[in-house]
């Protein structure tokens, strides 16, 4: 059905005290223009198999809601009757210091967990825009590797179980609370990216670091985005354990300035930051430093003690776009960057900003203006650069002529039957993931 019938909704409506039908309370689930009929607010794993059982039994299509930092990535829905919010399921579930391991309920977020975890001197090495609201679940979910992926890696990484609910209403585990388990089938790391298209992710359980004794980040100034990227890519040479290695626009640099980065300025930018023991992070930036002024950036470093707000400003940069523009994504090899900057420089000349980790190949672009054709000819450009384009902040129009992920490629075929295994009727996030799953 394009949408639930009322009698669907009142149905729903009838075997739960905490849905909202609210038309202005639901506006805040909306998606690509859709707005939901209903919202379910899950506050245990029992109302989310509940939700999921009705929902199937009744062919309503759910989405799950987190943060709503992402809610715009993605194709649009196909349909859109329930939004399942799990921002109340916020929980630790078990932690345990000695183990490094943590287990925590979905709509934790990211800035409270790290919070739980400084009080022992640890913290979970995820690198994620908007950490205040962003929760573990959504996280995971989109499984995405941040600006420090390089050294960080992604979700995937540090996941080491994971509860989750299929659409039947069906709880399922993968993994377990302690590093070493390798029974089974990973289904952690098969939901992990999968945009809540396979089940709801319920709880996660992750492994942990030790804070390090030393974190430093420094900033230089550029003449230009291209003399930062270059020097990007010189700093990352250099210094292969480098923790982050940032070039930014002109814009980037002053819109992460106006969000607290006080290293900042409305100038490009070089960003470096390195952790460990203090002597070695020294050695580490000393290095980088170095190579920075042999590719042109002469000015003296900025240094700040507001690491986390100055990062997190930074970082912010990646979700910050005006509503009228479009944001690319693109993951390629490090040494492509240069020459992927001048093929996009190409194709879109009228680029606003620019963000790019010099050590493992992202890159984010914010244009004011691209049709289908454009981008399709950029992607086949890019091809032989082995560039990863994905649009993921765009307009309805724009998204459903160019599809945001791009071609499926070979895998598609094993994802569809993937999807059949876990969900048959279609009820979780119908059509926003790859390939129309």
């Known amino acids: 059905m394009a949408d639930a019938e009322p009698a669907e909704v009142a149905a729903v409506q009838s075997l739960f005290d905490n849905v909202d039908t609210d038309g202005a309370h639901l506006q805040r689930y909306e998606i690509d223009g859709q707005v939901p009929r209903a919202a379910i607010s899950a506050n245990t794993i029992d109302d989310i198999e509940r939700a999921h059982s009705v929902a199937t039994s009744r062919d309503l299509a759910v989405i799950p809601i987190g943060g709503r930092t992402m809610l715009g990535l993605g194709m649009p829905p196909r349909r859109y009757d329930v939004a399942l919010d799990m921002s109340g399921m916020d929980q630790v579930v078990d932690y345990e210091p000695d183990d490094f391991t943590i287990s ?187 190579a920075a002024g042999l590719a042109g950036l002469h000015d003296p470093p900025r240094r700040t003690t507001a690491i986390v707000e100055s990062w997190q400003a930074i970082v912010d940069c990646e979700l910050d776009t005006p509503a009228d523009h479009v944001r690319l994504r693109l993951g390629l090899p490090p040494g492509n960057l240069e020459r992927a900057r001048s093929l996009i420089d190409e194709h879109l000349p009228e680029v606003s900003s620019w963000v790019a980790a010099g050590d493992s190949g992202l890159l984010f672009v914010t244009t004011p203006s691209v049709d289908a054709v454009t981008i399709s000819s950029l992607r086949n450009a890019l091809g032989p650069l082995q560039g990863r384009l994905t649009i993921e902040s765009a307009s309805v129009e724009l998204k459903r002529a160019a599809d945001v992920w791009g071609p499926a490629g070979p895998g598609a075929r094993l994802m569809h039957r993937v999807k059949e295994q876990f969900d048959p009727n279609g009820t979780l996030n119908p059509g926003r993931y790859v390939d129309g799953i």
């Not at 640890?122 to 979910?141: M, V």
């Not at 420090?148 to 709880?171: E, Q, Y």
């Not at 070039?247 to 100038?267: P, V």
């Open 104 to 290: 925590a309920q979905a709509g934790m977020t990211l800035a409270s967990l790290q919070q739980v975890l400084a009080a022992n001197g640890q913290f979970l090495p995820l690198d994620h825009p908007r950490f205040e609201q962003a929760t573990l679940g959504g996280i995971c979910a989109v499984g995405r590797g941040g600006l420090r992926r390089n050294s960080l890696g992604g979700p995937r990484d540090w996941l080491i179980g994971m509860r989750m609910v299929k659409a039947d209403g069906t709880t399922i585990k993968g993994g377990g609370k302690v590093v070493k388990n390798v029974s089974g089938y990973d289904l952690p790391k098969l939901f992990a990216g999968s945009l809540g298209t396979l089940g709801a992710i319920a709880e996660v359980t992750f492994k942990l670091r030790p804070q390090p004794a030393s974190d430093q980040v420094v900033a230089l100034s550029a003449d230009s985005f291209e003399q930062a990227l270059a020097a990007s890519r010189a700093a990352a040479r250099a210094a292969p354990f480098l923790d982050g290695c940032l070039a930014l626009s002109a814009q980037a640099a002053e819109r992460a300035a106006s969000h607290g980065a006080e290293i900042l300025d409305d100038r490009p930018a070089l960003v470096l930051r390195a952790s460990g023991l203090e002597s070695a992070a020294d050695e580490v930036l000393a290095s980088a430093l170095d």
